[in-house]
Nanobody
Framework: QVQLVESGGGLVQAGGSLRLSCEAS????????MGWFRQAPGKERDVVAA????????YYADSVKGRFTISRDNAKNTVYLQMNSLKPEDTAVYYC????????????????????WGQGTQVTVSS
């Protein structure tokens, strides 16, 4: 079992930055694909970014390309999401997710492909 705990959410003005962290326990993340998802009120949960466990491939939703950066520190069992130039439409609960993958250069972009989820952290961007 993998337990994931997100932190770093909060209230920020438009144009500001936040850095989300997701710390894992239970197993080493070195063979796990990691992803960040978000869910706004009344909307479906959508992928924001994903990263392979070799850190050589990343994915970003079009809405966050150039503003968000996903990274990971396997030694610390932690994945990060640096969010810059935040917009009110980025307001959502952000979740991290993990799933084992035998290909170190692959990632998943759909929620059903992930086995483990954190409890979420609220990000609110005011205009």
């Amino acid at each position: 079992q993998v337990q994931l705990v997100e932190s770093g959410g909060g209230l920020v003005q438009a144009g500001g930055s936040l850095r989300l962290s997701c710390e894992a326990s239970g197993r080493k993340l070195s063979s796990y694909v990691m992803g960040w998802f978000r869910q706004a009120p009344g909307k479906e949960r959508d992928v924001v970014a994903a990263i392979s466990w070799r850190e050589d491939n990343t994915y970003y939703a079009d809405s966050v390309k150039g503003r968000f950066t996903i990274s990971r520190d396997n030694a610390k069992n932690t994945v990060y999401l640096q969010m810059n130039s935040l917009k009110p439409e980025d307001t959502a609960v952000y979740y991290c997710a993990a799933s084992y993958h035998d290909n170190g250069s692959s990632y998943y972009t759909h929620g059903y492909q992930y086995d483990y989820w954190g409890q979420g952290t609220q990000v609110t961007v005011s205009s």
